[in-house]
Nanobody
Framework: QVQLVESGGRLVQAGDSLRLSCAAS????????MGWFRQALGKERQFVTT????????YYADSVKGRFTISRDNAKNTVYLQMNSLKPEDTAIYYC??????????????????WGQGTQVTVSS
């Protein structure tokens, strides 16, 4: 069982930066591929980014490419999402997710086995 707890979400202004954290309570964190998704009010949950188990590979949605950076510290059982140049359209609940298998793309929420409770990010214009 993997428990994920996100933190760091808050109200910011357009153009600001914010870093989200996701702490995992599992002994084998380095075995898991991690991802971030987001869900805006009234919309479906969408893929943001994913990182391989050793941190060597990352992939981003086009909407955040060049602005967001995912990273992980396996010694701390934590994955991060650095968000720069935030826009009002980035407003959403951000979810951290974990999956054991790396055999698929990792861009669909159905591929993930564990989810955090989410953290709200609001970007004002």
């Amino acid at each position: 069982q993997v428990q994920l707890v996100e933190s760091g979400g808050r109200l910011v202004q357009a153009g600001d930066s914010l870093r989200l954290s996701c702490a995992a309570s599992v002994r084998t964190f380095s075995n898991y591929v991690m991802g971030w998704f987001r869900q805006a009010l009234g919309k479906e949950r969408q893929f943001v980014t994913t990182i391989s188990s050793n941190g060597g590979r990352t992939y981003y949605a086009d909407s955040v490419k060049g602005r967001f950076t995912i990273s992980r510290d396996n010694a701390k059982n934590t994955v991060y999402l650095q968000m720069n140049s935030l826009k009002p359209e980035d407003t959403a609940i951000y979810y951290c997710a974990a999956r054991f298998s790396a055999s698929s793309s990792g861009t669909y929420d159905r591929e993930y086995n564990y989810w955090g409770q989410g953290t709200q990010v609001t970007v004002s214009s």
